[in-house]
């Protein structure tokens, strides 16, 4: 299905401010290699103590949360709306910064965000005037390397599947291809860290599924750490190794459990179904 989407005049605006706070940190990248996309290894995540209120709210948003998230491990933070699950990506991802405790990619303490992090929203915040290409290359020309946009780029659109529309306008896509070029784009940098906020929750049944399996296979070629938002059970049991399950006031943890590694991440499999019931009376149970 084709959605011809009409921006609204803020939404280039939107998507420039979502960029450079993306793209123009004060946190250096490593340089670019030769391959085209394979990173050398996930980053690993650690928040620790962490706690947060926002200002005039009587209670705190989130509180006591410790974890770790290990090297191209893919974790699903699952809850109910309002439990903290934005924040809580948002925390990670330094756009904020908690009250109390903190968060640690590989070590450091994250005070800002940073190309080697990436976050994706549910609205892909393209640039409407401009070409598939174009817009998948905008990280790197933000990131001041202009210079690998030419190999890194048609690589990066045949493996999120869009070889094809490299020169069409973005407005010509539908919403699931859109995403797509904002995948593309994500990964342009080179980034060891994927936050994913709720970005397939627009698109249709059919396009949604597409895109989960096809960013988990994506994150597992390139050694990727994901976390991934989501208040959907059967998305984090087709993309995530383990899901964490947050209960609100406050937003907290309370559940951690690994997922079924088994290869048959589809509906039709017996193994996922039983793997999706189990997360589901989980969820029931602790949410
Ligand atoms: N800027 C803000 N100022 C005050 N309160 C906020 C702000 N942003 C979020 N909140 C509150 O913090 C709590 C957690 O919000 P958050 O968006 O993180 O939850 P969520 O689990 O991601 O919800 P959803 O699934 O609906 O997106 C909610 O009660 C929300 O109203």
Known sequence: MTAHWTFKTSQPLNAAIALAQTYLPNM???AAQGVPTAVRRGAHV????VQHRYPGMAQNCLEHLNFQVESGQIVALVGRSGCGKSTLLHLIAGLMQPGAGGVYIDGNRVRSTCPRWVVMFQAPSLFPWMTVSQNAA???RFAGRKAEIQRRIPALLEMVGLTAFAERNVQDLSGGQQQRVALARSLATQPDLLLLD????ALDAFTRRALQQDVRRIAKDLGLTVVLVTHDITEAAIMADRALIMAP??????TDTMLDPGPDRHRDSPAFEAERARLATLFEATA
């Open 28 to 30: 250096p990248h490593a």
């Open 46 to 49: 650690q928040v620790d103590g």
């Open 138 to 140: 905008l990280g790197l």
């Open 198 to 201: 709720e970005p397939f929750s």
């Open 249 to 254: 006031d406050p937003g907290r943890i309370v």
